[in-house]
C-alpha cells in the first residue's frame, strides 16, 4: 500500500507506512477512551506531522491508497451492515 489518506474536518491528511488494519484497530481503540489523538502527515512530499483529535460522533473516512506492489489489496467486497467480506 502506498499510503492511507486520511479527510478529517473538510482538510486532507495521509499516513505512510501503516497497514490499513493496524490504523482501523488504532481509532477503534483510541475512541473506545473517548478520545485519541492520531499523528497524521500533513501536507505533500516532505513529513510535517500533525496531530488529529478523534472524539465519537466526528466524521473521519480513511482512503487505502495502492501502490504499484498493491499486495495488501483485497478482492473485498462492502456490505451495508458493516466491514467487507472477503471474496
Known amino acids: 500500500m502506498k499510503r492511507i489518506d486520511i479527510f478529517y474536518g473538510g482538510e486532507h491528511y495521509s499516513v505512510g507506512g501503516r ?4 490504523l482501523r484497530q488504532e481509532i477503534e481503540t483510541g475512541l473506545t477512551s473517548g478520545l485519541h489523538w492520531l499523528e497524521v502527515n500533513d501536507g505533500e512530499g516532505m513529513m510535517r506531522a500533525a496531530y488529529l483529535l478523534l472524539t465519537p460522533g466526528v466524521p473521519c473516512a480513511i482512503v487505502p491508497v495502492p501502490g504499484d506492489d498493491s ?4 478482492e473485498a467486497v462492502w456490505l451495508p451492515d458493516g466491514p467487507p467480506a472477503e471474496r
Open 19 to 22: 497497514r490499513l488494519d493496524d
Open 71 to 74: 499486495a495488501e489489496t483485497s
